[in-house]
């Protein structure tokens, strides 16, 4: 391991921008979802009705956990059939400046669960592949809906959480239009103005014709750049208007349009753990989780920033003796491979750690291109289930299952019936918990080790040996936690590829969501008993080091003897002298 103090500087200011940005914008988020008077309202409050009215929405009426999910599948079914059909028919449709066919129907499968799931996994170049509308109308508009409907089950679940003998988590329609007219649009539109002051192009036109230095002409591509970026970030959707993502210097052209999008990232995140402390009346509690999740974020940025700067050992001590001079070739400064040097590695693995400990997926650098070590971290950032801060909505409710884990094994070790939040964890909500868990180790190990051994996955690796079966995991990892950032050497838009990493996707949301919505369902109907002697407190360290010991214990337990074989026999065969 190996730090820089710029390196570590960083880390440290994003982490105290975080901790700023936290309160208020848990506080925004309470007004919004507990419908209390914000400052778009007397702008926005007639269009809310407008749409309620619209879609025969009764606002006043609220739905129990089984009708708020089943409201929730319908309204991503019918998003998820509409972008697919906006994708076949493309190449009749307007706004086609460069005269783009319909995508291929696997292909077009994928995109539509992958931006309908919140993943935005991409495999395709988005200048060459998807036309203006589709780029519009289809994707940007799917980076609202499917970040707003995280939110929407966050805040559910919440009220699952802190209600008291109820029977209801609230109206999902409500929810999810609330969160798009007064959260998610408003910053949006200031988000993307900056971006745009920035040097981020938002436009019709399609290319651009530019001499280079060297005489060359070349062909730029333009877009709706901006507007895509914005909610990109804030929804931690992640997918690019450009095949380089946020690398590409016209989605993220400065190292302050860099650290704005880095913060955009959590603040939803970070708001929603002080949102859950308030709603539950002790924002206390909000604060132990914000402690958890930051403890394991500082952890892996540390961790990733030190792998990365140490660089590869094989080029350091790589000697030529030329009989006259003895040259040695090293890297300067550290693993520089993938990254850009507008932002170096400090920004790059920060960069990294920060969209993957969200379920948001952009990126500044090639994560393929990092040493074993280095690119382990994501890896685990997203196999914990990206709880770390993690993404619109899905971060705390991810969270909140190790939380009950986490005072379930407290209650076991005083032989006390566990509470939370003074309700009593019962056989019920553990199995919900233990169900949500599973899902996602059945996901990644079950597709990863399917892709290994069939032949339509293995002949698409761009790496023999570890580095090639990490590939494999990274990708069934990422679309199986919503994330959608991707092991480059991976070539998977082939039809093997296209179908089983949709389906991880359905599994990583739905199969994930569904206990979740259970749990909260048996916990809003329980009542609040007040805490006594023997029970665990959960608003102090104590608990903050059990649920961070929770969440490594499980990880570890159910993810080690694949990293083992994957980056960190890769990361021992490099100490040795090999490399793939």
Known sequence: MSFTFNGLAQIAVFFALIALLTKPVGLYLVAVFEKKNTWFEPLLRPVERGCYWLCGVDSQQEQDWKGYTIAMLWFTVAGILLLYALERLQGTLPLNPTHLPGVDPALAWNTAISFSSNTNWQNY??????????????????????AAVGIAIAVAVVRGFTRRSAHTLGNFWVDVTRGILYLLLPISVVFALLLVWQGVPQTFASTIQVVSLEGF??????????SQEAIKMLGTNGGGFFNANSAHPFENPTAF??????????????????????LAGNTRQGWALFAAVGALFLIGAIVCLGAEQAGNPLLA????????????LAQPGGNMEGKEMRFGIGSSTLFTTITTDASCGAINSWIDSYTPLGGMIPLINIQ??????????????????FAILAVFIA?????RTPEFLGKKIQQGEIQMAALAILILPLSILGLSAFAA????GVSQIGNAGPHGLTEILYAFSSTTGNNGSAFAGLASNTPFYNWTLAFAMILGRFAFLIPVMALSGLLVGKKIAPAGLGTFPTTGALFSALLIGVI??????????????????EHLLMLAGKSY
């Open 125 to 146: 170049s988005g200048e060459t592949t998807m036309s203006n509308l589709t780029q519009m109308a289809g994707l940007a508009v799917h980076n609202f809906t499917s």
């Open 217 to 226: 002409k070349q062909t730029i591509a333009l877009g709706p750049v901006a």
């Open 257 to 278: 349009s860099n650290l704005v999008e880095m913060l955009a990232i959590f603040a939803l995140g970070a708001g929603l753990l002080y949102f859950f402390g308030k």
């Open 317 to 328: 001590n790589l000697g030529i003796d030329q009989s006259v001079h003895t040259y040695t």
């Open 384 to 401: 914990l289930g990206e709880i770390v801060f993690g993404g619109v909505g899905s971060g705390l409710y991810g969270l909140l299952v």
């Open 411 to 415: 209650g076991l070790m005083v032989g």
């Open 453 to 456: 051994v069939y032949a339509g």
């Open 552 to 569: 490594l214990l499980v990880g570890a337990l159910t993810f080690f003897p694949a990293l083992a074989l994957g980056p960190i026999v």
